[in-house]
């Protein structure tokens, strides 16, 4: 049982550059979530799915697009990347979300990216 | 959008001093969780408190979520290196999907 898991662990790109991060759980989990976090700034939500075939944005969705592609994998891709998507991302995932409760995420180790 | 203060920002105490940690915001959260993040590692979730004054401890840790839901505090007795890491409240609202995240407290403890 891995868990949240994410690839790749590092990755360092050119301004203009395209990538792909890939997440997955073995939690069979309904909900999925794409986290940004900067010093100083906390967790910041991308995008999220509550379900299979749902997605939503979240806070900083601008330059980011998410793919749910079963109930397992829930990817988030940068198709121009800029400076200032230098961060690290965190994937997680949760049994459901409902409104006003908060079941327990499960975070990945994340993916550290730089772009240069 | 509901914001959450982390109190202090950073803490470097010596094994074995207590501390206190705050998570404070001018809005009701339906629930409240602490988190702790390691270096190089996703956040780790301690504790949920969802009643208002309710009191949770996990060894030596206690947690309290104040009377009216807007704020929280995490205090750790008889420190140790192992508690070293990135402490993070994260509330949700009353009717909302959203986890909102305190920007954290980082806390160091010599041994």
């Known amino acids: 049982n891995a868990g949240v898991t994410q690839t790749p662990k590092f990755q360092v790109l050119k301004t203009g550059q395209s990538m792909t991060l890939q997440c997955a759980q073995d939690?069979?989990?309904?909900?999925m979530y794409w986290y940004r976090q900067d010093p100083g700034m906390g967790l910041r939500l991308i995008y999220y799915?509550?379900?299979?075939?749902?997605?939503d944005k979240g806070e900083v969705p601008n330059g980011y697009n998410v793919s749910r592609l079963n109930k397992r994998e829930f990817s988030l891709r940068l198709e121009s990347a800029a400076p200032s998507q230098t961060s690290v991302y965190f994937c997680a995932s949760s049994e459901d979300r409902w409104a006003g409760r908060t079941d327990t995420q499960y975070f990945g180790p994340g993916t550290r990216l730089t772009v240069l | 959008t509901q914001l959450l203060e982390q109190s202090p920002q950073f803490l470097s105490i010596q094994e074995g001093e207590n501390l206190t940690v705050y998570c404070n915001s001018s809005?009701?959260?339906?629930?409240l969780q602490w988190y702790r993040q390691e270096p190089g590692e996703g956040p780790v979730l301690l504790v949920t408190?969802?009643?208002?004054?309710e009191v949770k401890k996990l060894k030596r840790l206690t947690f309290q979520f104040g009377d009216a839901r807007k704020d929280s505090s995490l205090h750790i007795t008889a420190a140790q290196p192992g508690d070293t890491g990135l402490y993070l409240c994260a509330g949700t609202g009353a009717g909302s999907y959203q986890l909102t995240f305190g920007k954290g407290t980082k806390l160091s403890v010599i041994p």
């Open positions: 408190v969802v009643t208002g004054g």
């Open positions: 799915s509550a379900s299979e075939g749902t997605t």
């Open positions: 809005s009701v959260f339906s629930s």
């Open positions: 939690m069979n989990h309904n909900s």
